[in-house]
């Protein structure tokens, strides 16, 4: 994959000194752990979501019904009073 930087396969310091294999390893590590914990936040984000649709839609179906009431409510005491 190329970014604005160039191919992000490829380290930035490519033939720096006291750059071997190992601290390479390290740093990769490091960014998959980072990464790790990134998916678990957004993850954690997409189930407080869903929660928070499924609150939303609960009240708006509970909205609803109450509209439903008060205007059969209204209906009925219209009628009564034209009686």
Same mark, same amino acid.
């Given at each position: 994959?190329?970014?604005?930087?160039?191919?992000?396969?490829?380290?930035?310091?490519?033939?720096?000194?006291?750059?071997?294999?190992? @601290?390479?390893?390290?740093?990769?590590?490091?960014?998959?752990?980072? =990464?790790?914990?990134? !998916? &678990?936040?957004?993850?954690?984000?997409?189930?407080?979501?869903?929660?928070?649709?499924?609150?939303?839609?609960?009240?708006?179906? @509970?909205?609803?019904?109450?509209?439903?009431?008060?205007?059969?409510? =209204?209906?009925?005491? !219209? &009628?009564?009073?034209?009686?």
């Amino acid at each position: 994959m190329s970014g604005p930087i160039g191919d992000l396969g490829m380290p930035v310091e490519v033939g720096m000194e006291g750059d071997d294999d190992s @601290s390479r390893e390290a740093e990769y590590t490091t960014i998959g752990s980072m =990464l790790d914990q990134i !998916s &678990s936040c957004l993850d954690y984000l997409e189930e407080k979501n869903d929660h928070l649709h499924t609150l939303l839609q609960e009240l708006l179906e @509970s909205s609803w019904q109450t509209g439903l009431e008060c205007q059969q409510q =209204l209906g009925e005491a !219209s &009628s009564d009073a034209s009686r």
